[in-house]
């Protein structure tokens, strides 16, 4: 129940295409769902972030969709560029500290 | 903000040997976080500290690990004896408070540990 499944395992998207990442939790309790984007040699970093009050949240070209009764949040973004190839973790959170992460995407974007 | 700080950015050590790890957080950040990140088990929390005192240490695999944070602003993780399974890219993190939508997780660049 504590679990967050994240899909698919690795990506390939065109340049100006759409990347979608998926999430699925069981735990109803969880209140806050950041998604983390990792290059390789670095730490990962926040990217967006939302809360079970609101289905959609956007910054730029990226776009968290939330799904409450389906238990399910995704990732979408707009018009790939080759700067966005990195890995992408979904996580969740209903504590003050505690983080269950997805396994993680590897988004390749190919020019 | 020079962000959180990691050292060394590597380190290559035998079985058997001790082995530190490095994290200065973020000024004024009073949570921090050690994590661990392998291709099998993903990312980990090791322990968590909040105002330097370990609130959760769960994650911390067996008595080899021990982390300690003396100050605000220094934490180590240390392990002895490693062995070869501890092979991984250890990341330290900080925050203002725990984690939330107005405390997120900053990252250092991870110590990636080899033992041969």
């Known amino acids: 129940q504590q679990q967050v499944k994240q899909s698919p395992q690795s990506l390939i998207v065109q340049k100006g295409g759409i990347s979608i990442i998926n999430c699925a939790y069981e735990?109803?309790?969880?209140?806050?769902f950041p998604w983390y984007q990792q290059f390789p040699g670095k730490g990962p970093a926040l990217l967006i972030a939302i809360r079970p009050d609101v289905s959609e949240k956007k910054e730029g070209r990226f776009t968290i969709s939330f799904n409450k009764s389906a238990k399910q949040f995704s990732l979408h973004i707009m018009d790939s560029q080759p700067g966005d190839s990195a890995t992408y973790f979904c996580a969740a959170s209903d504590s003050n500290y505690q983080l269950i992460w997805g396994a993680g995407t590897k988004l390749i974007i190919k020019p | 903000d020079a962000g959180v700080i990691q050292s060394p950015r590597h380190e290559v050590t035998e079985m058997g040997q001790e082995v530190t790890l490095r994290c200065k957080p973020i000024s004024g950040h009073n949570s921090l976080f050690w994590y661990r990140q392998t291709m099998m088990r993903g990312l980990e929390l090791l322990i968590y500290f909040n105002n330097n005192v370990p609130i959760d240490d769960s994650g911390m695999p067996e008595d080899r690990f021990s982390a300690k944070m003396p100050n605000a602003s220094f934490s180590t993780l240390k392990i002895q004896p490693s062995e070869p399974r501890d092979s991984a890219v250890y990341f330290c993190a900080s925050s203002f408070a725990g984690v939330s939508g107005n405390s997120p997780l900053h990252f250092g660049n991870g110590t990636r540990l080899t033992v041969t």
């Open positions: 735990n109803t309790a969880f209140d806050y």
